[in-house]
């Protein structure tokens, strides 16, 4: 399981209210479900299979979270913020899944998923010599960033620098080492990291600045950012945010590939939701379906953060959609 510092359910100025908030009644607790509700209609019953898919957010109710490299503005210079940008233009949300699926499933370090990463992409192809000197790029607590981290490892190293990767644990701990120069370099997420700054500099309840649109969003973080002494190159395709998963089977049976479509064929009793106790409450979570798609389910499933037990709760039949982290290496095919 993945321990990680991004909010699994959306920026943090939309929800920051809603993060103390727990489930009613039984529900809250890992494991339990939440009492039937009033959905009309006969929804989708689970239908077990292995193969998980994540449904097209058609009507984008999630914020754009693509990966981009964050800089120490005083570390940063053209030729770093090139070589950095290799790896935005390397990347999707795919490729980002096949990488996961490497370390998370297949038991590779990180290091050996990204040098091989690096080989099959050409990415280190073209990159100009920087000014030189020593780089630390800081990684998060979790093996995304730690992939992430190792691929801008060696895009620097082609640019000149002498690189190490440190892990460093959360955007708590990072951020103020990337602020203060004690590392220079860290892979972030354009929506997270844009309402970090924005309710570190302006409170909890600041009004979000993030958005689905990611040139709204990254244009909002590059002005956080220069309050904050911090540079943005380029974002990714690569995006990690929240997803609603279903199995292959289940899209295949139902006929769902959107959850648009998911609204419009599985509203009612028979369809079930997982995902962490929070979800009933946050705005990108359950009731953002219902605003955004108008879905209703039966029950709700009180699980995990896009972990071992939602992915099991989809695998096994237990419920019919869950909330998975849209990078996850269970969405691989092969």
Do not use: H
Not at 216 to 233: P, S
Not at 251 to 258: E, F, L, P, S
């Amino acid at each position: 399981m993945r321990a990680r510092t991004r909010l699994a359910i959306g920026a943090i100025g939309a929800v920051a209210g809603a993060a103390l908030l727990t489930g009613c009644g039984d529900a809250g607790s890992s494991g339990t479900d939440a009492p039937q509700t009033s959905a009309s209609g006969a929804g989708c019953a689970p239908v077990a299979g292995q193969q998980l898919i994540a449904l097209q957010d058609d009507k984008k109710l999630q914020n754009s979270d693509n990966v981009i490299p964050a800089v120490n503005t005083k570390a940063a210079n053209p030729q770093l913020i090139a070589a950095l940008d290799k790896v935005s233009a390397a990347l999707d949300t795919p490729k980002l899944i096949q990488l996961n699926k490497a370390v998370n499933e297949d038991r590779k370090t990180a290091k050996v998923a990204a040098e091989e990463f690096a080989s099959a992409n050409n990415l280190t192809a073209g990159i100009a010599k920087g000014p030189g000197g020593d780089i630390t790029v800081g990684a998060g607590n979790f093996a995304e960033s730690q992939i992430l981290g190792e691929l801008y490892r060696i895009a620097l190293t082609s640019a000149g620098y002498q690189v190490k990767v440190q892990q460093i644990g959360n955007r708590e701990l990072y951020a103020p080492a990337l602020e203060k120069g004690e590392i220079q370099v860290v892979p972030e997420y354009a929506a997270t990291m844009a309402e970090f700054l924005n309710t570190k500099a302006n409170g909890q309840n600041a009004q979000p600045v993030s958005s689905p649109d990611i040139n709204t969003t990254v244009t909002a973080l590059k002005a956080e950012g220069d309050k904050a002494g911090l540079t943005f190159g380029t974002p990714a395709a690569a995006q990690d945010q929240n997803a609603f998963a279903v199995t292959q089977a289940f899209a295949d049976k139902y006929g769902v590939r959107t959850l648009s479509e998911l609204a419009a064929k599985c509203s009612g009793s028979a369809t079930s939701l997982g995902g962490p106790p929070e979800c009933e409450q946050r705005p990108f979570c359950k009731p953002g379906l219902e605003k955004t798609y108008g879905l209703s389910v039966g029950k709700f499933s009180s699980l995990d953060q896009g972990g071992p037990l939602t992915k099991s709760g989809l695998r096994d039949g237990s419920i019919s959609v869950g909330l998975i982290f849209s990078s996850d290496g269970a969405f691989a095919t092969s």
